[in-house]
């Protein structure tokens, strides 16, 4: 049973525009959640994160979006720029148990220019 | 940022070989130790969790004899796939997780192992 799911496996964006990815977890003991960006044959590397305890959390072009009572996050990136086309990574654990983050399928995103 | 190294990038061996990949976390010191398996257009599956100076705590389904992980020091955990097969081809990633915040800290990720046996 998957705990989280990205259900977009691809996004296309222009240029400029809004990117949106989406995210639902069905674990409701996941209080930390994170988005990772990978590039092939690279490792995830780090975006952004987000706490339970806030709704909204922002750097830069990059702003995550929580949801607890949908259990959904979504992240926005504004405006998308070609370099942003790479395959995104939803993740949760429980903070407070320490576990390791549990994974989304991953979407990956294209910007066109 | 933090930056975790794994090596080797990539392993073609023969079916019977055993495998060892290292990730060392080059500018902290990690507590703890994840190692993430991937197929495919699949997710990152978490195999296992260690920490230094103690067993490694595995996952329902993955077999600890067959992925032997070392966690020796607070910036070396060592995988060893045992007499690999064909069936273990798959790309493995480690990450690590430093600092007193437990869960309150990002895991970094190695740039992955792509490992493929014969």
């Known amino acids: 049973d998957q705990q989280v799911k990205q259900n977009s496996p691809s996004l296309s964006v222009q240029e400029g525009r809004i990117s949106i990815l989406n995210c639902d977890y069905t674990?409701?003991?996941?209080?930390?959640f994170l988005w990772y960006k990978k590039y092939p044959a690279e490792g995830p590397t780090f975006l952004i994160s987000?706490?339970?305890?806030?709704d909204k959390n922002e750097d830069g072009r990059f702003t995550v979006f929580l949801n607890k009572s949908a259990k959904h996050l979504s992240l926005h990136i504004v405006p998308s720029q070609p370099g942003d086309s790479a395959v995104y990574f939803c993740?949760?654990?429980?903070?407070?148990?320490?576990?390791?983050?549990?994974f989304g399928k991953g979407t990956t995103l294209s910007v066109s220019s | 940022g933090a930056v975790v190294s794994q090596h080797p990038s990539r392993v073609i061996c023969k079916s019977g070989t055993s495998v060892k990949i290292e990730c060392r976390s080059l500018d902290f010191q990690a507590t703890t130790m994840f190692w993430y398996r991937q197929f495919p257009k699949q997710s990152l599956m978490l195999m296992a969790t260690?920490?230094?100076?103690?067993?490694?705590?595995?996952e329902q389904g993955v077999e600890k004899d067959k992925f032997l992980i070392n966690h020796a020091s607070l910036t070396l955990s060592t995988l060893t796939v045992t007499s690999a097969h064909p069936e273990d081809s798959s790309f493995y990633i480690c990450?690590?997780?430093?600092?007193?915040?437990?869960?309150?800290?990002?895991?970094?990720f190695g740039d992955g192992t792509r490992l493929s046996i014969l």
């Open positions: 260690s920490n230094e100076g103690s067993k490694a705590t595995y």
């Open positions: 987000i706490s339970s305890i806030k």
């Open positions: 990450s690590a997780r430093g600092g007193t915040g437990g869960g309150n800290q990002p895991q970094h």
């Open positions: 674990n409701s003991m996941f209080d930390y």
């Open positions: 993740a949760a654990s429980d903070r407070q148990a320490g576990t390791a983050l549990i």
